[in-house]
């Protein structure tokens, strides 16, 4: 079969396959009512438990939320009982590789696998995520263009998996983060040798256009490398790589399509460069200064800094192969990053909750709660940068983000009380999306 006869014959398939949950309403019966007691409820609207709560689910969003006292359960419904739990809205990483896995740091992997190795990968790690508590997230650097097709195929309720807002490869400057670098120039991989694989651009003419180009394939975000890296050959984490004004060609292109960008930034210039050029969120941010912390609060940009998979990439990533040169710069930045962490904490930033999953096994991603408030927030605060503050952050605070009537009935709930130990949120033991339950260790439908 050829290569677009291929394409057709699994667009096809797919929606054969599909069953999505919203698909009731359309074949004339009522959407499905179901009633969750709400021991305790954080629904991130604000910084306060509210007791004894009855949220009431209709189809796949919620339609009331009030106490127990308030609320009558009609003879014969589906109740869940999470009495013993605290409910909290679904929660939301902003800093996800789907396609990636924690155990393949040997650089052989450039050229053993294919973008369907990765492909297949992120159908389970996007399971992993979603029975983690994790409802949504924002994927930002695959091949083009896995986390649109796998968006597409969650959506349409082929895969399981969080709600995706999907980027496509990581812009890049040749040489830079996001380039194969130190192999002899007669080494290429490439899906898209015309166009540099949707991911290189040098120069303004052609960082639009390789945002126009992501556009056109479906992209919902623009991920733009703006400094050096740490797990990238032959660059330093704290130089910029893009100038000023190839950062904001970038933001300007980005948003005139109505597209969000975010940029990768380790080093300080780089940082102030991407907040001057009107970027949304900044992944990583880990020598930010005062100055940038300052920028960031006036031009309202997130900082998303991914401040557990030091943790891993120290003690566990030497063991699958990471080479020296990659976890020396990870001991550079690592350190100062939770530091810059507390001071941004400290001055107020806007924060997001962002762990750069795929450094680390998916399914982790709860872990980085206890580092945060280690590093200066309140439990409800990392909370909420998990949730409120992440749904800002991706645009999709309409529908999900908090537990409010009109919402998404994207819900969690958890055994003990993650406002005395946030380390609770890494052991959710109820996972609902859209009103469908993919996790309940409660068993407790009546
Ligand atoms: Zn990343």
Known sequence: MRPFAIFFALVLSFTCLAQSPAQSADTGTPPKTTYLLAGRLFDSTSDKVRESVVIVVEGERIKAIGSASDIKIPEGATVMDLSHSTVLPGLIDCHTHLGSRADRYNELYNFRDTPFTHAIFAVGNARKTLEAGFTSVRDVGSEPFLAVDLRNAIGEGFAIGPRIVASGPGISITGGHGDLNNFSPQTRVAMFPEERDFQIADGVDQVVHVIRAQIKYGVDVIKILSTGGVLSRGDSPGAP???FEELKAAADTAHMAGRKIASHAHGTQGIKN?????IDSIEHASLIDDEGIR?????????????????????????????VENLEKEKLVGKLQRENFQKAVKAGAKMAFGTDAGVYPHGDNAKQFYFMVKYGMTPAQAIRAATS????????????????AGKYADIIAVDSDPLADVRSLEHVSFVMKGGVVYKNEHGGVK
Do not use: C, F
């Open 274 to 278: 991407a907040i001057l050029a009107g």
């Open 295 to 323: 920028l960031a609060k006036e031009h309202g940009t997130y900082l998303d800094m991914d401040i557990y998979n030091d943790e891993y990439l120290l003690n566990e990533a030497p063991k699958h192969g990471l080479p």
């Open 389 to 404: 503050s992440a749904a800002d952050l991706i645009g999709r605070s309409k529908d999900v983000g908090t537990i409010e």
């Open 241 to 243: 790589q893009y100038s």
